[in-house]
C-alpha cells in the first residue's frame, strides 16, 4: 500500500514539524512504532522537502519489518540529497534482500570508501548473488585488514576459493581465521574438509608424477566422495581420472571416463586431448582426428595439439593402407610376447604350404608377408615407435626413397620368387 502526502497540507510550523520529530524518536526508542509512525507522518506532511523526515519515517517502517514502505522514503531522501550515504546503505540492503542486486550494486559502489569494510562486504554480497565472485573476492580482500577481528571474511573467501577450485588458497584464508580464535567452530569445520581435499588433490598429482596411475585414479575418486558438491572438483577428477586410464593403455574405459568429462567441459582442450589418444589406442582414428580438431579450435596455438592433430591425421592415412596392429590382431598397447603368440598363430594358419589352390596360394603368400612384416615392426622398438608416429618404416615413401626390399617383405629376400617349399619352424 503506497500512501501520497501532500506538502504543506496541515501549514505545521518549524517548531511543530520538531514536536513531531522528537515525539517519534521516544516512541521509537519506547518500542511504540505505530504511535511514532503516526507522528512521523505528520512531520513528513508539515516539511516535505526535508530529507531526514523522510529517512526517519524509513527507520520505522524498518523497524516494523516493512522494508517494502522504507525503499519510496529512503528514494526521497536521497532525491533531496544525493550524497546521502546512510539512507543509500540502507536502499542497498532493501535491494539486496530483494534480489535486485544490480540496483543494489549500484547503490553500494555510490557509499564505497577505500576504508569502510561494511560497504565492501555489502557490495562483495552482491557479486556473489550475481555470480561473479573474483569481484567479491577483490572487495572482501582488503577487509580483512579493515577490521581487528574480520574471521567472517577470512571465513566467506576460504569458501569462495574453495568453490573455484583454488583449493591452497582458500586453506591460507581459513588458517587466517583459525589465528584469530583457533576454536571458532565454523573456520575448524571449514579448515578440516579443506585440508582432507587438498590432501587427496596434492597425493594424486604426486601419484601422476611418479607414473603411478592407478594411485592417482583411487585418490581422485575419493576427491569425488570428500567433496560431491561442488562441481569443480567433480569435473577435474573425471579429467585427470581420464588422462590416468590413457597413461595405462585403457582405451575403452578411457573414452567412457572422457565422454563423461567432455560433456560436463566442453571446451577443455586436455580432455579432448586425452579422448583423442584414447581412441587412437583403440585405432578409431577418424574419432582421433576430429577430437584434435575440435581442440585446435579453441586453442591455436597450442603445439601439443597442432602435433597430435597431424600425428592422428598420419595414423588415419596410414590405417587406409597397412595397419600392422589390425593384421595380427592385436592392440595398440600389446607387449613384444603378445605380438610374437599372434604372429606365430597367424603365420602357422597363413603358411602357403597349407594350401593347394594357386588363387588361395596367392592370398596366403600376400597375407603370410604382411604377418611377417607386423612382427618385424611391433617387435622392433624403434621401428614400432615410427609406426606409432605415424610412419610405415617398411614404406619406401615414408622413407624418402629409402625402402627395406621389394613390397615390403621385411628379410631383404622374397622366398617365394623360388617357387620352393616353404620351412619354418615354430617354437611354442
Known sequence: LTTCFVSGVLGATHVEIEQHLEMGRKLLAAGQLAEALSHYHSAVEGDSKNYLTYYKRAAVFLAM?????????????IQLKPDFLAARLQRGNIFLKQGNTQEAREDFEAVLSPWDPESRELRAECYIRLGDPRKAIQDL??????RNDNRGAFLKLSTLHYDLGEHQESLGHVRECLKLDQDDKECLSRYKQVKKLSKQLDSAEEHIQEERYQDAIDKYES?????????????KAKERICFCLVKNKMPAMAIDICSEAHQR???????????????????DYEKAVEDYQEAREFDMENNEIREGLERAQKLLKLSRKRDYYKILGVNRS?????IIKAYRKLAQQWHPDNFREESEKKEAEKRFIDIASAKEVLTDPEMRQKFDSGEDPLDPESQQGGGQGGQGWP??????????????????
Not at 141 to 146: A, D, E, G, I, N
Not at 223 to 235: G, I, Q, S
Not at 411 to 428: I, L
Open 65 to 77: 519489518g516493512k522494508s517494502k514502505s522504507a525503499l519510496p522514503d529512503l528514494t526521497r531522501a
Open 265 to 283: 567441459d566442453p571446451r577443455n582442450i586436455n580432455i579432448l586431448r586425452d579422448r583423442a589418444e584414447a581412441f587412437i589406442l583403440n585405432q
Open 334 to 338: 600389446a607387449n613384444k610376447q603378445e
Open 411 to 428: 628379410f631383404h629376400f622374397n622366398p617365394f620368387e623360388s617357387g620352393g617349399n616353404y620351412h619354418f619352424k615354430f617354437h611354442h
Open 141 to 146: 580482500t582488503p577487509t580483512t585488514r579493515l
Open 223 to 235: 576427491v569425488m566422495r570428500t567433496e560431491p558438491n561442488v562441481l569443480y572438483y567433480t569435473n
